[in-house]
């Protein structure tokens, strides 16, 4: 017997099937009604500040790669990197957001500039260099599409004049980002819920709902609802705006692809924590998101 193989989504048409099962023979497919589907995330507070967890004291006598060695680093594919998110430690994993990186010198190293390289909250290639500190700390940006989710190389443009480390960044202001879950092209999204298992302890920990180019686009998540146990099985309600409202009912991210060309894609959906006041020491939560698949709504239809 010979076997069709279809290639993309069937929009239209009638849905055959047999005599006295599977599907409604026909109906037109763009009229039945699809099934609910939905992720769920579990996510902790970031893992507390660590001023050498990716570089231990160490100098460089001209332009060159620091050395991967400190505690937060694994081997992966025989290299030293930071990468948290794939840690064997469970309490490592669960604390692996995307954050600021930060680097400290002993001296004045003002003269020269530091390239971090890793990926990204989306896991693409990340890249940015800053002017190397004088006797004090200095950071990676601290913006969502900034924020580090791996650390592959860190490399100097000259010789060190103090004892250099680079760590993971803790302030007040960082921003900390996580992937949750992946929303398919056009999806209706149907309910956004946080279930808070432990107390998020900072001065407040609002959370925003988006993507990488649109930090709130789905949702926010007020400090009442992460500082709160309340309905922990039913799950608190996020904050939606009618701006967001709107955007639930057909989701997409805009790429730009290797061609240049820019393309409306799935969505990849990141919750970013905004704590205010010293990092949070307790905190955990899982997010539930629940989604219809497209609609296929014909020309001319709208919502």
Not at 39 to 55: K, M, R, W
Not at 110 to 115: E, L, P, R, Y
Not at 145 to 170: H, P
Not at 222 to 238: I, P
Request: glycine share 8%; aromatic share 6%; charged share 15%.
């Amino acid at each position: 017997m010979g076997t069709t193989t279809f290639s993309g989504p069937v929009k239209t048409g009638p849905v055959i099937s047999g005599a006295t099962s599977g599907g409604y023979r026909g109906k037109d497919l763009k009229d039945t009604n699809w099934v609910k589907s939905s992720f769920v995330h579990y996510l902790q507070e970031p893992t507390a500040l660590d001023v050498n967890g990716i570089c231990v004291s160490q100098t460089t006598t001209a332009a060159a790669n620091l050395v991967l060695d400190g505690a937060l680093t694994s081997t992966i594919n025989g290299n030293k990197v930071y990468a948290p998110s794939v840690s064997s430690t469970a309490e490592t994993a669960d604390g692996a957001w995307a954050r600021r990186i930060s680097i400290t010198s002993s001296g004045d190293d003002s003269g020269i500039t530091f390239t971090v390289t890793g990926t990204d909250i989306n896991g693409k290639a990340l890249s940015e260099t800053v002017t190397g500190p004088n006797s004090t700390e200095t950071q990676t940006a601290n913006t969502l599409v900034g924020l580090f989710k791996s650390v592959t190389k860190i490399a100097t443009s000259a010789a060190t004049t103090g004892n250099i480390q680079v760590g993971i960044a803790g302030a007040a202001s960082d921003l900390y980002a996580r992937v949750m879950g992946i929303l398919p092209y056009q999806s209706s999204v149907t309910d956004i819920k946080v279930h808070v298992t432990e107390v998020f302890n900072s001065t407040a920990d609002p959370m925003e709902i988006g993507k990488s180019d649109d930090q709130d686009y789905l949702a926010d998540v007020a400090s009442a609802r992460t500082h709160a146990l309340a309905a922990v099985a039913e799950g608190n309600q996020v904050d939606v705006d009618a701006t967001q409202a709107t955007a639930w009912m057909s989701v997409l991210q805009e790429d730009t692809g290797s061609d240049s060309v820019a393309y409306d894609s799935d969505v990849q959906v990141t919750v970013l924590l905004i704590p205010t006041g010293t990092l949070a020491t307790t905190g955990k939560a899982w997010f539930e998101v629940e989604f219809m698949q497209a609609k296929n709504l014909a020309s001319g239809d709208t919502w």
